[in-house]
């Protein structure tokens, strides 16, 4: 049973369904996502995104008349399914029965389907399958947008030539690549990518996501690189043994560097690619990040003259530069690879209609049909995504997309109602980002506002010059920051 089956048995049994919040969890529920994972994918808050899986569990329990909760409920329906299949299957019967009287009497079997209402699409009579088509998509074949994009999926856009680079780029000893992009850019989409292509050349592989570290992990800087030393053995499959290494008198980035270099990096038979994940999230920690970042930069000169650091290389994953004042010889941010991901062009926007299955955007008119939509979204891959997601289920026309867009009513109000209620949470960046979508040019703002409007992906810069990143953030938040 797919998860689309599994929706369908849902619209049977609940009265009025599932609202759109729901939709999601239990999709990504589905997929055996988190409640965190979930949060962090759709940008909601976690809280918020458990308290909603709560109601939805009892909501089903209500439903079923048995206890459903989020690591049962994919057995509940398989037996609902079974059930409903076999009281149809009882119910047929008769039709069948019916059905061959009347082919005993002479009448076709095409006139028999027809007559007891018809089948839809394709299908088979007496063997033979007829050729008419279906002019209905099959959602099954559509991905609803929503954290990174599976490595299986047809909906990967590549931008030519990042992976290649990337993937030429862990290959040589002792590399670091720096992968930069605002918020559902595809960071994470892309590093999994990098990952899977160093597994096929026989190398380790280890993902390190600043995200999923719990808040304690951040109050000192032991705590904090205790934390990654166990996560990066874990991940080696290799015993954990910290207190060999660890010594107060010399400090815990001493102890730390040793225990990667005489302990993982000798006890591994090749090399580690070794990838950092939301590593902005450490900006919120000055005191961890002044040293934490430099420390990256040191493991990366040390393979300049220690051939046992020429097994690691590096990736490290962040939305905006630090905005944490480092010394030039001291940060990661401005050595190794730099890849900075662009947004879509036009032609990928197409490409990704196409894989829609919409057959309207083929061609030079596709073209033309699509300008106003990168013109609104500045094609941002999620939001291009979420439009093309809905334009293939044929839930709202590219005119009412267009039209609705930047209100309330538009596909894009939950993803624009997030970042709204952050900015009303930091009063400073909704009185810069205000100043950025009413001014007719670009402003110059203070830094550290600057970079985390830009790591939020609500502006672009040019030095401390700020402009709107697309259209659609202007329209909705002049309305809304009032």
Not at 55 to 63: F, I, N, V
Not at 150 to 177: A, D, H, M, Q, W
Not at 330 to 351: A, R, T, Y
Not at 413 to 422: E, I, V
């Amino acid at each position: 049973m797919n998860i689309e089956e599994a929706l369908a048995i849902l619209d049977t049994f609940l009265e009025h369904g599932l609202s759109d919040v729901q939709e999601i969890v239990f999709r990504k529920a589905w997929e055996g996502q988190t409640y965190p994972d979930i949060a962090e994918s759709c940008g909601y808050d976690a809280n918020y995104i458990k308290d909603v899986g709560s109601k939805l569990w009892k909501l089903l329990s209500q439903a079923f008349g048995e206890e459903v909760t989020k690591s049962n409920f994919r057995s509940v329906l398989r037996r609902r399914s079974q059930s409903k299949m076999l009281l149809k299957k009882l119910q047929s019967v008769p039709a069948v029965l019916r059905q061959s009287q009347q082919i005993s009497r002479g009448k076709k079997p095409l006139e028999i389907l027809s007559n007891n209402g018809g089948i839809s699409g394709s299908f088979l009579v007496m063997g033979k399958q007829d050729k008419r088509k279906t002019s209905v998509l099959n959602p099954d074949s559509l991905e609803l947008p929503g954290g990174s994009v599976p490595l299986n999926s047809s909906f990967y856009i590549k931008r030519p030539p990042i992976e290649e680079r990337t993937y030429t780029e862990i290959k040589k000893p002792g590399s670091l690549t720096r992968i930069k992009a605002s918020s559902k850019m595809g960071k994470t989409s892309l590093m999994h990518r990098i990952l899977t292509h160093a597994k096929q050349t026989g190398v380790h592989t280890v993902q390190i996501s600043l995200q999923r570290a719990d808040s304690q992990v951040f109050t000192s800087l032991e705590k904090f690189l205790r934390w990654f030393c166990a996560n990066v053995s874990r991940q080696l499959n290799l015993e954990i043994r910290l207190d060999d290494y660890w010594d107060d008198d010399i400090g815990s980035k001493v102890s730390c560097t040793l225990y990667l270099q005489e302990y993982l990096l000798e006890k591994i038979d090749a090399p580690i690619v070794l990838a950092l994940d939301e590593v902005n999230r450490i900006f919120e920690y000055p005191e961890i990040s002044r040293d934490f970042l430099p420390l990256l930069r040191s493991w990366y000169e040390d393979a300049s003259e220690l051939e046992i650091w020429q097994k690691l290389r590096l990736v490290v994953v962040h939305a905006t530069e630090a905005y944490i004042p480092l010394d030039i010889n001291q940060s990661p941010f401005n050595v190794g690879l730099p890849i900075k991901l662009p947004e879509f062009s036009l032609e990928q926007m197409q490409e990704l209609a196409v894989r829609h299955e919409l057959d309207w955007a083929k061609g030079e008119k596709g073209l033309q049909k699509l300008a106003p939509l990168l013109a609104m979204i500045g094609g941002h891959p999620y939001l291009a995504r979420l439009a093309l997601y809905n334009l293939g289920h044929q839930a709202v026309t590219l005119e009412q997309l267009l039209e609705e867009a930047p209100t309330i009513a538009g596909i894009y109000s939950n993803y624009l109602r997030h970042h709204l209620t952050n900015l009303q949470e930091h009063l400073e960046l909704a009185t810069a980002l205000k100043r950025v979508v009413t001014s007719p040019s670009s402003v110059q703002l203070e830094a550290i506002a600057a970079y985390k409007l830009e790591s939020m992906g609500l502006v672009k810069l040019e030095g401390n010059q700020a402009m709107p990143s697309c259209e659609l953030y202007r329209l909705y938040f002049r309305e809304q920051l009032i």
